[in-house]
């Protein structure tokens, strides 16, 4: 079994920063996609941002691109999401997920990492991200 434990959330103002860190363990099964996602109350869970720690190729989405950056530990099944300048609406409960195989989709005909959620067996129990204005 694996799991996922996230830190690093809290409260700050627009324009604030914040990185969030997830580290894997339990299983020895090597976890090459790990991201990150987020869901507001009520809604789904989407993604923010993905990265196959194989090769380091990486994808956002377009709501965060510029301000977040997703990266992988010097240690095995650790990834981080760096968060700057944040906004009111990036206010959710972050989670980290993970998964032994990189997967791909294709949006608007450019073929990318997947942000499904569908896509990843491992959760972690999710951090809280609140941006004030």
């Known amino acids: 079994q694996v799991q996922l434990v996230e830190s690093g959330g809290g409260s700050v103002q627009s324009g604030g920063s914040l990185r969030l860190s997830c580290v894997a363990s339990?299983?020895?099964?090597?976890?090459?996609?790990m991201g990150w996602f987020r869901q507001l109350p009520e809604k789904g869970r989407e993604g923010v941002a993905v990265i196959d720690t194989d090769d380091g190729t990486t994808n956002y989405a377009d709501s965060v691109k510029g301000r977040f950056t997703i990266s992988e530990g010097t240690g095995k099944n650790t990834v981080y999401l760096e968060m700057n300048d944040l906004k009111p609406e990036d206010t959710a409960m972050y989670y980290c997920a993970a998964d032994p195989d990189p997967k791909l989709w294709i949006v608007a005909g450019k073929e990318d990492l997947t942000l499904d959620p569908e896509d990843f067996n491992y959760w972690g129990q999710g951090t809280q991200v609140t941006v004030s204005s």
């Open positions: 339990g299983s020895t099964v090597n976890l090459y996609f």
